[in-house]
């Protein structure tokens, strides 16, 4: 299971496949819009080498192209296992994606907007989780890592628990979920890439409504207005210093 998948790795990490930016905009009051955009553009050299393996002269189809916005409420409404809590937050939430695969283009953008702070978190877990059939719906013909053999990389926020509340923000690590991430098969393959990791980024950007009063954090940095929090790290940093993406900020 593991040299499979850490040749997998290494060449998502060769293509530098990887971006994930998480923003959160909060406005003066409370509500706002948490946005995941993720660039998969270098999926499709992966896909280009192993077209060249395979041997079985089955042929693939080119220059596929999609661009595309989706609203959640479609799927949402009609999913049995979300509540109505659930389904009342992406009533307002889109994804888009664009896909051109004669460009090596994948982008994909998640937006939910919230009306008030304590409806972050919710929707943290919610995007963290993939929602479930919803969001399986929706990328359903995509070039998604991990479609067929089900190996994806790890979810960063998936080691780490979120506070959101109207004058502070925190990202702690949850060390009894970050102990058993580092027993998975998957990840002891992932570690043996080494460097290569740095690869696959991870970015975490916060607009706050007015100045922060203080921040902690190894690697957060606060512009000169003190509105917009920056956080950035890689694959590789959650491995060897996952307390890297760990931050507080009073606001």
Known sequence: IVLPFLLTVA???FAGCMETTEELTIAADGSGTYHVGMDMSGLF?????MKAMDASGTENKKGEKMDTLIAMRDFADTASHLSAEQKALLQNAHMKMKMDEAAKEFKMDMRFP???IGDVTKLMQFSQSGGGNVMD???KGAPVAGNGGGEKMPDLNSYYDMVVTGNVIE?????EKYAAMQQGEQVKGMQQAGD????IKYNTVIHLPRPAKSIKGTHAQLSADKKTL????TLQDLFQDPEA???RIEY
Do not use: P, W
């Open 45 to 49: 050299d992966l896909m280009d080498a």
């Open 245 to 247: 993406f760990s931050y």
């Open 114 to 116: 919230f009306a008030k």
């Open 137 to 139: 719906n929706m990328l």
């Open 196 to 199: 290569m990791l740095e690869s």
């Open 171 to 175: 990202r702690k690590l949850n060390k």
């Open 11 to 13: 060449m998502l990490v």
């Open 230 to 233: 920056t956080l950035k790290g």
